[in-house]
Nanobody, 127 residues
């Protein structure tokens, strides 16, 4: 069974940190670009960050630049999203998605290009 599984979400105080993981099972992420998306209650899903299959290209949504870092460990078949200086507005369900693409250029914010999605993990930033 091909699937992505997110983990690492939880409740954290403003200014705190969390690291989300996106682990693939049933397939190798070697040729997949990975995107992280989030959806807050009453809002549309938005792209947060993306990393190319090689790891050479990373992208970030403007509001998370300098606070979030995306990385991947292909040997572990896992992608990470390190989130620092968290704010209440970061509260959302976070999803990872995989796109079969071995080039550096792609429209990472377009959710339609992704082939597989995880079930999501809740991140709540609150005091």
């Amino acid at each position: 069974q091909l699937q992505l599984v997110e983990s690492g979400g939880g409740l954290v105080q403003p200014g705190g940190s969390l690291t989300l993981s996106c682990a693939a099972s049933g397939f190798s992420l070697d040729y997949y670009a990975i995107g992280w998306f989030r959806q807050a209650p009453g809002k549309e899903r938005e792209g947060v960050s993306s990393i190319s299959n090689s790891g050479k290209t990373t992208k970030y949504e403007e509001s998370v630049k300098g606070r979030f870092t995306i990385s991947r460990d292909n040997a572990k078949n896992t992608v990470f999203l390190q989130m620092n200086s968290l704010k209440p507005e970061d509260t959302a369900v976070y999803y990872c998605a995989a796109f079969y693409w071995a080039r550096e250029d792609y429209k990472w914010t377009d959710s339609k290009i992704y082939d597989y999605w995880g079930q999501g993990t809740q991140v709540t930033v609150s005091s």
